[in-house]
Nanobody
Framework: VQLVESGGGLVQPGGSLRLSCAAS???????MGWFRQAAGKERERVAS???????SYAHSVKGRFTISKDNAANTLYLQMSSLKPEDTAMYYC?????????????????WGQGTQVTVSS
């Protein structure tokens, strides 16, 4: 069971990035999500998506970020637009066997290693 994130990097304020999370070695989980953790802060849920494709977002990213998944490719995505310096963090994808999708990190049992996103001019 493995989740591998990619796509992070340095971007200027107002720019865009797309994160990917490739899943391998496991079958179905009810929910998948993107979390982020900034230096000195707690890990927080950014967005989640369930088996039916229903999505939910943190208030701080609603309208700027879009979570999606390609079931055939076993890949989860996070399209990030209008990025702000406060979006700077390590971003993690995670999978949960619980439904409906929950927001706490403890509710997710499989985690990737993370990919760094830095928004700075």
């Amino acid at each position: 069971v493995q989740l591998v994130e990619s796509g992070g990097g340095l971007v200027q304020p107002g720019g865009s990035l797309r994160l990917s999370c490739a899943a391998s070695g496991y079958t179905s989980d009810k929910c998948m999500g993107w979390f982020r953790q900034a230096a000195g802060k707690e890990r927080e849920r950014v967005a989640s998506i369930d088996d039916s494709g229903s999505t939910s977002y943190a208030h701080s990213v609603k309208g700027r970020f879009t979570i999606s998944k390609d079931n055939a490719a076993n890949t989860l995505y996070l399209q990030m637009s209008s990025l702000k310096p406060e979006d700077t963090a390590m971003y993690y994808c995670a999978a949960s066997r619980f439904w409906p999708c929950l927001a706490k990190p403890d509710d997710y049992d499989i985690w990737g290693q993370g990919t760094q996103v830095t928004v700075s001019s």
